[in-house]
């Protein structure tokens, strides 16, 4: 009888084998837990920059596209030619309705109005015509100013009689 070898791996040779998989395995889950982390990081943080992005974009745009803005406490009104844009500033977020509601979770300070670089002069819960609205926006210990303006045409400041010299 002649002894026939076998070729095998020791016991010795799994066992390293199956130590560095696991190490391997370890960093694997551990490398994809930290960049998993990483992108619900980003992706947060530029969601939060989207949203004070698309304030800024629809604020310039309705300011632009107004025939009049208006300001009634904390809301501001837009008045096209053929719609009424309306921006509610409330604790911890905003709410802009114009057919639909969007809703702005931001934290802002310090509404201010004027019109031809004078605050109102009225009652506050009065819709009176503005030509300036500014507000500061906090992101992550920063703050961020916003500052709309609007040029009126003659037009529309001879059919506003409220600031007319009677």
Do not use: C, W
Request: proline share 2%; glycine share 4%.
């Amino acid at each position: 009888m002649s002894k026939l070898k076998v070729k095998a791996f020791t016991i010795l040779e799994l066992v390293i084998t199956m130590m560095i998989s696991a190490i391997l395995i370890g960093l694997t889950f551990t490398i994809y837990g930290i960049v998993t982390r990483s992108y619900h990081s980003f992706s947060k943080k530029n969601d939060e920059v989207m949203v004070m992005l698309t304030l800024d974009r629809l604020l310039r745009r309705d300011f632009s596209k107004a025939e009049a803005v208006r300001r009634q406490g904390l809301k501001v009104l837009i008045i096209g030619q053929n719609d009424t844009t309306s921006y509610t500033f409330d604790s911890g977020f905003l709410v802009r309705t114009r057919g639909i509601t969007d809703t702005f979770r931001v934290d802002y300070q310090q509404l201010d109005s004027k019109f031809e670089g004078r605050p109102p002069e009225t009652n506050p819960d009065s819709a009176v015509l503005q030509d300036e609205l500014s507000f500061s926006i906090t992101y992550h210990d920063q703050v961020i100013p916003y500052h709309y303006f609007k040029q009126y045409s003659s037009e529309t400041l001879f059919q506003n009689d409220h600031y007319a010299i009677h």
